[in-house]
């Protein structure tokens, strides 16, 4: 069984930064791929951003990037990402999310993904 726990969300005013982490556990971190979904209020949940099991690697969805960076930190078995530049349209709820299956490919679907955590609020004001 897997693991996965977000946080780091909260409330911040647009323009600001916010620093989100999962925390992961139940099987070997670095063979798998990550990512970040997010659901805003009232809307499906949607791709934010991935990364590959090595972390050479990332995908962004076009409403983030060149604002959100992933990472990841396989000794502490944590992804994480960076939120900069924040718009009230990014408030949502964050959730991180693993594969079932072991690999380094970047997923972008939700239908790639089989655990996800509990979910993390973030919250921009204007």
């Known amino acids: 069984q897997v693991q996965l726990v977000e946080s780091g969300g909260g409330l911040v005013q647009a323009g600001g930064s916010l620093r989100l982490s999962c925390a992961a556990s139940g099987r070997t971190f670095s063979a798998y791929g990550m990512g970040w979904f997010r659901q805003p209020p009232g809307k499906e949940r949607e791709f934010v951003a991935a990364i590959n099991s090595s972390g050479g690697r990332t995908n962004y969805a076009d409403s983030v990037k060149g604002r959100f960076t992933i990472s990841r930190d396989n000794a502490k078995m944590t992804v994480n990402l960076q939120m900069n530049s924040l718009k009230p349209e990014d408030t949502a709820v964050y959730y991180c999310?693993?594969?079932?299956?072991?690999?380094?490919?970047?997923?972008?679907?939700?239908?790639?993904?089989?655990?996800w955590g509990q979910g993390t609020q973030v919250t921009v004001s204007s």
């Open positions: 999310a693993a594969p079932l299956i072991r690999g380094g490919l970047l997923r972008t679907g939700i239908n790639e993904y089989h655990y």
